[in-house]
């Protein structure tokens, strides 16, 4: 339907896709005594996908574009994990992973402002992970500590936006992530509860020949108001940038969060104070990097007053969300208008929940 043109309906489609997918898989659990214990998994997936388009009205983007359009695939997979822990006492243990998972083809149909489906094909993945989990101080805290890396071949991405407004699927050779993480609860009195968690995760897309589009004005003369810091080319009149080397989008390389809820009886009821907080960096809204598409780093903090009565079945509550107010930028549409959407401003209410 056009928005600027009263609202006419402008095109019309039909789209269909089936999905089959089989999978066996088996899981096997073995204590060795002397507090080691063993697990190790396989699973066997088969994959099929049939799609198909008809284009009945064609709209203004494509005026020549009506038929059929169909993509089909088939794809099959054996994964495994194996996993140990050691126990080093009655409250603590270490454990180590390793893991290979599957994600079969994809299809994207979205034809609005092209001819084609887009098919990404089957990625694998391969994990390895180590940590340590411990119940301290008879039983009042609680943490748990991981590191990770794992390993992704033929990612499937989406490339959204850009000059043609298109959401199309590609498949990156490789992406690489590492990082650690960390969980700590403590209740220093039987009235509150604190906690603690954050990670540190470094994302990195391997691949010297993707190219994807990029913002719409990248290119207008004589001053671009989308300002990509990627290395650019023009292809078959299509402006792309080398996106090898990038983070992911969406993944911050930092997250925090931190919580403390205390708690007193009242009048046949608790009465409960709660705050959170949360914290990541900087982030990519697109798979290539820019300027002007960078979220900036983002704190939020929430606070809430509840009574809760009736053996926990009623709750009455005030709250406010986003405390400081501060405002980013999170996401954004890279088309002819540039647009980019924030976060919610600082929000009061009051809300009751009935459990029945």
Do not use: H
């Amino acid at each position: 339907y056009s928005s600027i043109g009263g609202n006419v309906q402008n095109g019309f489609a039909t789209q269909e896709q089936d999905n089959t997918a089989y999978a066996i898989y088996g899981t096997v659990n073995y204590d060795l005594g002397g507090g080691v214990k063993l697990r190790g998994g396989l699973r066997y997936t088969k994959d099929d996908k049939d799609f198909v388009a008809d284009r009945l009205q064609a709209p203004p983007f494509s005026p020549d574009f009506i038929g059929r359009r169909t993509a089909n695939t088939s794809a099959s997979n054996t994964s495994a994990d194996f996993s140990a822990s050691y126990a080093l006492d009655a409250t603590s243990n270490i454990y180590a992973r390793v893991a290979t998972g599957f994600r079969a083809p994809s299809i994207q149909g979205r034809l609005l402002f092209g001819t084609q489906p887009s098919v990404a094909k089957s990625e694998t993945v391969t994990s390895y992970e180590a940590g340590y989990k411990a119940d301290l101080w008879n039983r009042r805290a609680r943490v748990a500590f991981n590191v990770f890396s794992y390993e992704i071949k033929d990612q499937q991405l989406t490339a959204v936006g850009g000059a043609t407004n298109f959401n199309s699927l590609v498949n990156a050779e490789k992406t690489t992530g590492r990082g650690v993480e960390f969980d700590f609860k403590l209740l220093p009195t039987d009235s509150l509860l604190l906690g603690l968690s954050g990670s540190v995760n470094k994302t990195k897309i391997q691949d010297p020949d993707l190219y994807v589009g990029v913002c719409a004005s990248t290119f207008n003369p004589p001053t671009p108001n989308c300002k990509v810091t990627d290395p650019l080319i023009v292809r078959d009149g299509a402006n792309l940038a080398l996106i090898d080397g990038n983070p992911l989008p969406q993944a911050p390389e930092t997250t925090l969060a931190f919580s403390a809820r205390y708690t007193m009886p009242l009048a046949g009821g608790e009465l409960y104070v709660l705050t959170d907080w949360t914290y990541r960096s900087e982030i990519n809204f697109f798979l290539y990097e820019s300027v002007e598409f960078t979220g900036k780093p983002l704190t939020e903090g929430g606070l809430r007053v509840g009574y809760s009565f009736g053996n926990g079945k009623y709750e009455a509550a005030a709250f406010v969300r986003n405390i400081t107010n501060q405002i980013r930028v999170v996401g954004g549409i890279d088309f002819n208008n540039l647009t980019g959407f924030i976060n919610e401003p600082r929000t009061f209410g009051l809300s009751f929940k009935a459990s029945f």
